[in-house]
């Protein structure tokens, strides 16, 4: 049992480094099942209810397999539309009734702060899949751990990291979430490139100072930057009040390999976490990039699954009987020769 079983996971804010550490110790762990060398059944039985009211496919998908993967089942709603918070039933009741389907609840929801609310109502713990502009913290420990291990091949470290945000830090609850996460390590250094008007929230950048951290805001890309960590973002076009109003930053920060080479080191890790918009008039990371070994961003896609895993197993006490369920893998995808 750890201080995670039966608890909600709603903010990075309930973190201390101790704990990333054991998310991403028993991370780790869940790499032969992720890769399906082994599987285990150790939630057979259990309903993980994901309840997805704004648009989503990687976190959405990656919560189901997550828990597909330790054995568990998945009942999922998508779209506001197809819930009966379209007829104007409470977050709070809606929390009641699928709590009672559920054995723990993953969401997603446009307002910031929906998730808390519906938490309240829940009799399960309720995992936040992104409320709102306000947080994901889910995505940012999957971001960590990227960072994390991307680092290690360079043989450094979270502490005295230098990242590069890049893009809509207004609207961008990942690079919220990553930010106070980051604020819990010593020595970083963060250079926010963003227009005036998508700047990162000030609290933000406040906890960002009153950690110590070095601070670098600009409104371009400058100079070649010593970077360990690119982090490239997406206009997030649906908090805007219009679409006009979008489109005045679409396309303001694309990069290409170019780019990549004139700003960054030729180790610059490149993240992102997705959907990166392709669209001509965007073009935030450019296909020219998808063979830059440094383009970490579908390692990130696979460290969800892992971090999501591991985030199940320990709030649901099961984190140490995982390889007591073990079964072997008797499919295989390979074509035979
Ligand atoms: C992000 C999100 O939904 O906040 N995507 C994700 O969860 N991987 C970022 C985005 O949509 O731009």
Redesign the pocket.
């Given at each position: 049992m750890s201080e995670f079983t039966g608890n909600h996971i709603l903010s990075v804010s309930q973190f201390d480094r101790d704990a990333i550490e054991r998310v991403f110790s028993v991370a780790h762990s869940m790499l032969p099942y992720a890769r399906r060398q082994k599987r285990t059944t150790v939630l057979n039985g259990a309903i993980l209810g994901n309840l997805f009211f704004e648009p989503?496919t990687?976190?959405r998908v990656s919560f189901g397999t997550a828990f597909n993967l330790l054995g568990g089942e998945v009942r999922e709603t998508t779209g506001m539309d197809n819930s009966a918070l379209a007829k104007g039933e409470s977050l709070f009741d809606t929390a009641r009734v699928l709590s009672g389907y559920s054995d723990i609840i993953a969401m997603r929801h446009p307002a910031a702060g929906s998730v808390g609310e519906f938490a309240e109502g829940s009799r399960v713990p309720v995992i936040n899949g992104?409320d709102g502009a306000n947080e994901?913290p889910t995505?940012a420990l999957l971001d960590l751990y990227t960072i994390k291990r991307e680092l290690e091949y360079n043989n450094k470290g979270i502490d005295g990291l230098h990242i590069a945000m890049i893009g809509d830090l207004r609207y961008?609850?990942?690079v919220h979430s990553l930010s106070r996460l980051l604020c819990l390590y010593d020595n970083v250094h963060f250079t926010l490139i963003s227009p005036r008007e998508l700047a990162m929230p000030q609290p933000i950048v406040d906890a960002i100072e009153n950690a110590g951290h070095r601070l670098t805001i600009t409104e371009q890309l400058e100079g070649n930057m010593d970077a360990d960590i690119c982090y490239q973002?997406?206009i997030?076009e649906e908090r805007f009040p219009s679409q006009d109003e979008a489109n005045k930053y679409r396309g303001k920060f694309r990069l290409n390999q170019a780019i990549y080479t004139r700003h960054f080191q030729s180790k610059t890790v490149i993240m992102h976490?997705?959907?990166r918009d392709s669209r001509m008039e965007a073009n935030e990371l450019d296909n020219d990039l998808n063979l830059n070994p440094n383009l970490a961003i579908f390692r990130q896609t696979d460290n969800g699954v892992l971090v999501r895993m591991a985030l199940f197993a320990l709030t649901l006490g099961v984190e140490n009987l995982v390889s007591q369920y073990e079964r072997d893998v008797i499919w295989t995808t390979k074509k035979s020769s």
């Open positions: 989503s990687r976190t992104g994901h995505q961008g609850r990942t973002t997406r997030q976490p997705l959907p």
